[in-house]
T-cell receptor
Framework: GQNIDQPTEMTATEGAIVQINCTYQ??????LFWYQQHAGEAPTFLSY????GLEEKGRFSSFLSRSKGYSYLLLKELQMKDSASYLC??????????FGAGTTVTVRA | EAQVTQNPRYLITVTGKKLTVTCSQN?????MSWYRQDPGLGLRQIYY???????DKGDVPEGYKVSRKEKRNFPLILESPSPNQTSLYFC?????????????FGDGTRLSIL
């Protein structure tokens, strides 16, 4: 099966920057997604990477290195509402999407 | 409004009593999928469907059935629920054929099997 690893928890201060790493080993690669999930709610789409490099969307950026099987999600100017779980998901050669266990980010005042 | 709708949102039931969780999407998406989410394990795919009358097993299909008689609906059936199926369930859909299209998730169904 697929292997997707991300840290379980991270804590940061309001206004700071946090970087959530994701490493993966999959059979083939057809894109990597980041989702945000607030407690008890549905995951919502944040970003998509299929080529190497950085994709920026406002306060959130996502980076991909296919040769290293590595991605990160960068959250800048952290706000209290950013406290949530962040899910890394990778699509393999059969277009099957597999999720990591998620990283819970806690933003402190 | 584009959405994926699941019902019920919460259900407490007993072992062995058949139940169905409905899922409906209004985006004309070909692809639909069911996941369960358990602490420390993330989202695991139960079944998926590439189009009407086409379904296939995901990573954890045991104890579940699905059907796809119409494009918009993808119900999840637990014929004889057991306590290890207590979980948070999500239905999702996406458009096929466009690589950067993300999955859209329903609001989730929290099932407790006693």
């Amino acid at each position: 099966g697929q292997n997707i690893d991300q840290p379980t928890e991270m804590t940061a201060t309001e206004g700071a920057i946090v970087q959530i790493n994701c490493t993966y080993q999959t059979s083939g690669f057809n894109g990597l997604f980041w989702y945000q999930q607030h407690a008890g709610e549905a995951p919502t789409f944040l970003s998509y990477n299929v080529l190497d490099g950085l994709e920026e969307k406002g306060r959130f950026s996502s980076f991909l290195s296919r040769s290293k099987g590595y991605s990160y999600l960068l959250l800048k100017e952290l706000q209290m509402k950013d406290s949530a779980s962040y899910l890394c998901a990778v699509r393999d050669e059969d277009y099957k999407l597999s999720f990591g266990a998620g990283t819970t980010v806690t933003v402190r005042a | 409004e584009a959405q994926v709708t699941q019902n019920p949102r919460y259900l407490i039931t007993v072992t062995g009593k058949k139940l169905t969780v409905t899922c409906s999407q209004n985006m004309n998406h070909e692809y639909m999928s069911w996941y369960r989410q358990d602490p420390g394990l993330g989202l695991r795919q139960i079944y998926y469907s590439m189009n009407v009358e086409v379904t296939d097993k995901g990573d954890v299909p045991e104890g579940y059935k699905v059907s796809r008689k119409e494009k918009r609906n993808f119900p999840l059936i637990l014929e004889s629920p057991s306590p290890n199926q207590t979980s948070l369930y999500f239905c999702a859909s996406r458009q096929q054929g466009i690589s950067n299209q993300p999955q859209h998730f329903g609001d989730g169904t929290r099932l407790s099997i006693l």
